[in-house]
């Protein structure tokens, strides 16, 4: 093989592995029309095996069309519309979910690892907001009729700034984008996350994290 040969063998393998990579990046196509999510079937996969026999039910929920009770700390409730409420989703990469706030409430922040996230304002104000991973806080006011988009994996929120209840439908490029409430998640964790770890991440004391972690503790 003469040296020119190599040089072009050494080219096709790059190309080659480059695409094989880009491929391997993103969701395969779907290869039938419908996969109905077993949500006991068994063995456990990165999704869910189809179940035999589907229905229209498998398509349908009703979740949504109710207001989510926000008589809780943080005023805001959100109702999710996944694959573990429409086992039709399955491998179709959406899904929905609606959020209700009280006066003043707050969706507190937290990443989605697995989505995009794009909000209709159904009604009401509310201030919103992600923040980058070079650490710039894009944030704006949007009311009734207006959307806005959480990138894929990025701290954001929501805060309903008026006096009256708002509420948004959200929607997801995933069936179940996951949820990690960044609070919740750190101090509130099983097994926990050391004391002094927290104490040294936010500079504070072990009583004030222990503090928080009693105020953020589930109720029994």
């Known amino acids: ?7 072009l ?6 190309f080659l592995t480059i695409s094989f990579n880009e491929v391997l990046a993103s969701d395969p ?7 109905v999510a077993d949500l006991t079937g068994k063995p456990k996969v990165n999704g869910f095996i189809c179940k035999e026999n589907a229905t229209a039910y498998d398509f349908f929920t009703t979740v949504l069309g109710t207001p989510g ?8 409730a959100v109702t999710a519309a996944n694959v573990m409420q429409i086992p039709g989703l399955n491998t179709l990469g959406v899904s929905l979910a609606r959020i209700d706030y ?9 990443t989605h690892p697995r989505a995009t996230e794009i909000v209709f304002v159904l009604e009401g104000e509310l201030d919103v ?26 701290v954001h929120f929501q805060k309903n700034n008026g006096k009256v209840p708002a509420a948004v439908i959200a929607a997801f490029n995933s069936q179940l984008p996951g949820t990690q409430a960044i609070a919740v998640t750190l101090f509130t964790s099983t097994p926990p996350v050391p004391d002094n ?3 040294k991440a936010f500079q504070i004391s072990i009583e004030e994290v222990k503090k928080i972690e009693s105020n953020l503790a589930p109720k029994k």
């Open 197 to 199: 770890v927290l104490a």
């Open 1 to 7: 093989m003469s040296a020119f040969d190599r040089f």
């Open 69 to 76: 009770a926000t008589n809780n700390k943080q005023g805001s």
């Open 29 to 35: 196509d779907m290869l039938q029309d419908i996969c």
């Open 129 to 154: 907001g992600f923040i980058t991973t070079a650490n710039v806080f894009i944030s704006k006011t949007i009311k009734k009729g207006e959307v806005f988009v959480f990138p894929r994996g990025l």
């Open 102 to 110: 009280a006066p003043d409430g707050l969706n507190p922040p937290h």
């Open 9 to 14: 063998f050494v080219i096709f393998m790059v």
